[in-house]
């Protein structure tokens, strides 16, 4: 059971059926809650995401929210020889949030008091859709588009072993991470940016072993420990 149990969750087919409560509920709270002030409330991540569809000429919101749905489904797609080896087991759900607490609770004690999220206000509700969206937006972004994008880079450009290039990509992902939260109001200073580097590194780790639905729900669940604990 537990090897089957880490083997499947770790998994597209349930990273896809774990994330999409999140995804609806960020989605839905941003569209009905704060329509009007949608580019200030939206997390920076899907506001980057936003940017480079509105660029291009296409409509930002309904495309954004729509990339989500799209890569789940190619990836299905492509997995769908082997949906017969994976079986809905509503328990699988149960370890995966649990798992996903104790990796949170370790990063929420890496990270001291530096926290991955900026732009908290007294608007409790306003803070939960935005730690939502940091676990979806900003793992998507950072961890399963950027680690793949560079570890196709690397290996064409400079041949490295796959080890090395995994490595390499971890790591510049993980200072990118970094570097992108003092995008914001946030003043830089070095302690902050090593700390959030490395805690990239160890969402990273997570991702590669445990896929991006345990590190995305990772990512929110910490954020909402610091809700609370700022609150």
Avoid: W
């Avoid at 329509?35 to 997390?43: A, F, L, P, Q, T």
């Avoid at 489904?73 to 699988?92: N, P, V």
């Amino acid at each position: 059971m537990i090897k089957d149990y880490f083997l499947q969750s770790k998994s597209p087919y349930y990273s896809f059926l774990i994330t999409l409560p999140l995804f609806l509920i960020y989605e839905l709270g941003i569209f009905f809650f704060f329509n009007s002030e949608i580019s200030y409330v939206k997390n920076g991540a899907d506001v980057l995401i936003e940017k480079f569809i509105s660029g291009i000429g296409l409509n930002a919101y309904y495309v954004s929210t729509s990339i989500f749905f799209l890569v789940f489904i190619y990836i299905a797609y492509r997995q769908r020889s082997s949906y017969k080896s994976y079986k809905i087991h509503g328990r699988y759900f149960s370890f995966m949030f649990l798992e996903s607490i104790l990796y949170a609770l370790f990063l929420l004690f890496l990270m001291k008091n530096i926290y991955l999220m900026e732009g908290l206000t007294s608007n409790i509700i306003f803070n939960f859709i935005l730690s939502i969206g940091a676990g979806i937006y900003e793992e998507l972004i950072f961890r399963v588009l950027m680690i793949f994008i560079l570890s196709k880079a690397l290996s064409f450009i400079f041949k490295f072993s796959k080890i090395i290039v995994l490595s390499l990509s971890i790591m510049i992902s993980s200072f990118l991470f970094s570097a992108f939260h003092f995008l914001g109001v946030e003043i830089y200073t070095f302690d902050a940016l090593l700390i959030r580097s490395l805690a990239g590194i160890y969402l990273s780790l997570i991702y590669i072993y445990r896929g991006f639905g345990i590190v995305a729900l990772t990512h929110a669940f910490y954020d909402l420990f610091v809700i609370f604990r700022l609150t």
